[in-house]
């Protein structure tokens, strides 16, 4: 079997006699270029057809560090029908399950999973009630697969269908599905391969995976997958949950949506990647910020707390071949804008100037100050991510961003400057410069804003413009509008503006 690099003996016998019989296949060689084993024992022969008695069979098979075991019985092994079967996988990746299950899947860490085997017929196998573990999450549910040219499945290639959750999940352990080098280098029962990719990843000054996505694989099934991960872990990570809505129909992938959870609100995106010519897809997506929750972004820091909103929209049309290329040919553009909340005194936080609570109490400079205006407006213009427009009004000071972010270069070179309302002494007017690459991001000056470079960089892999947030320490407020007058209302008004939050009349202000 040259294509699946297959080449093994298999040893048919038969034991005992009379009801006690058994048949007994043992395998050896290699398979799918890995050295295989595997050893089946069956009931008697002549009970094949016997309905009325359960046909009993026990199977471990080793496909290099694959390893299956299935045990159980059949009510009618000959037409595939009525299984009473526990099968159970487990190994080091669950990619190198492809040549023994007949699907594809990407590259995850190690795994181990258990569950009953529903047979109804060579037209559906079900994989169902399963759990086991991904790395560090838990994974559950079932999978159905309808293999071609049967009959409640007329087409040439199988029809699979994922019905997947988790308890606890962490994202690390799904990178594989986006290019990236799956779980981390401390993930449980990696092996020394993994947690080498894994370290390599994480030393890399990229942050973007630029595996190429393999078209062809895409177009060998057709797939439809729901995935719910009710809570995501890692302190670093500013998100709660995880939904996904997949469908792979000839080749064209539709994400419908993928949704994350961020405090109160939610991050939701719509993509479809369509094969074309050669081996590059042609991708299309929109996102939509809807009132993520500030205290929850500035969580993630460690350092900050906050309140208030932002809501925002954006939309991405691209081309290339893996998640660094489609994004860093990518034109588009998004809108966002904050809806209440506090900052604490702009003057001192971004310029860095401290000359203690006592002075700035006596200079009548307050703590917090209430946001009255934060809107951004960005261009993507073939992976140069332009700030036409990034606005922090409060009631002490306006703060203004210009720049850009290479997303093609994964560099950042932004500029802001905050103006006072009010002279008073040590309101200096003073730009700080955030510079640097998405993994080794730089603030200047001032060594407390410097300290928030971490922070910056870990809400880069959220959303680029989120970046700029911990440069702002957030307070608390009831306010739930933004009053961002006549900059929210230009917004608005272009196609999917309304998304963003409802600017108040001059009569309200």
């Not at 205290?295 to 049309?317: E, N």
Request: net charge negative.
């Amino acid at each position: 079997m040259p294509k699946l690099k297959a080449d093994f003996n298999a040893r048919v016998a038969t034991e005992g006699q009379g009801e006690d019989a058994k048949i007994t296949v043992d395998a050896k060689g290699t398979y799918a270029a890995q050295p295989i084993t595997a050893r089946l024992v069956g009931g008697a022969l002549l009970s094949l057809r016997d309905h009325e008695h359960p046909w009993p069979i026990d199977l471990a098979l080793a496909n290099g560090p694959t390893r299956v075991a299935l045990d159980g019985t059949l009510e009618d092994p000959v037409a595939f029908k009525g299984a009473n079967v526990r099968l159970r996988f487990s190994g080091p990746d669950m990619a190198l399950l492809e040549p023994l299950v007949g699907f594809p899947i990407p590259k995850t860490p190690a795994y181990q999973i258990a569950g009953k085997l529903d047979l109804q017929g060579p037209a559906n196998i079900r994989f169902r009630d399963f759990q086991g573990r991904l790395g560090n999450s838990d994974i559950g549910g079932s999978i159905l697969e309808q293999p071609s040219g049967t009959e409640v499945n007329g087409k040439d290639k199988p029809v699979i269908t994922l019905d997947l959750r988790s308890n606890r999940v962490d994202l690390a352990d799904l990178n594989g599905f986006i290019g990236g080098a799956p779980g981390r280098a401390t993930t449980a029962n990696a092996t020394p391969q993994e947690r080498e990719a894994a370290a390599k990843a994480r030393e890399s000054s990229k942050l973007l995976p630029d595996t190429p996505i393999s078209v062809p694989r895409l177009t060998w099934a057709d797939i439809h997958l729901t995935y719910h991960g009710a809570h995501i872990e890692g302190r670093d990570m500013p998100l709660d949950d995880l939904t996904v809505v997949l469908d792979i129909v000839d080749g064209r992938v539709s994400v419908h949506p993928v949704s994350f959870g961020v405090g109160k609100g939610r991050l939701f995106s719509n993509m479809d990647l369509i094969p074309t010519s050669g081996k590059n897809l042609h991708a299309r997506a929109d996102l939509r910020m809807q009132n993520l929750d500030v205290s929850r972004l500035m969580a993630a820091t460690h350092t900050f707390q906050g309140a208030g909103s932002v809501s925002g929209i954006g939309a991405i049309d691209s081309t290339g071949n893996s998640l660094a290329s489609l994004v860093g040919n990518g034109n588009g553009g998004m809108k966002m804008a904050m809806a209440g909340g506090d900052l604490s005194a702009v003057l001192v936080d971004l310029t860095g100037l401290h000359f203690g609570k006592a002075l700035l109490s006596a200079l009548g400079i307050p703590d917090q100050t209430p946001v009255q205006c934060f809107v951004g407006d960005l261009t993507l213009k073939r992976g140069l991510l332009d700030f036409n427009a990034m606005t922090l009004d409060t009631g002490e000071a306006i703060t203004n961003v210009d720049g850009d972010v290479d997303l093609s270069k994964e560099t950042i070179d932004l500029s802001l400057k905050t103006d006072s309302k009010h002279f008073t002494v040590g309101s200096l007017p003073t730009r700080i410069n955030i510079g640097g690459t998405f993994k080794d991001p730089t603030i200047r000056p001032g060594a407390e804003v410097a300290a928030r470079a971490g922070a910056a960089a870990g809400l880069a892999v959220l959303f680029a413009p989120l970046a700029i947030l911990p440069t702002v320490q957030f307070g608390t407020s009831d306010e739930e509008d933004a009053r961002c007058g006549e900059l929210l209302r230009q917004a608005r008004a272009s196609a999917g503006g309304k998304a963003l939050p409802a600017p108040r009349q001059s009569s309200e202000r």
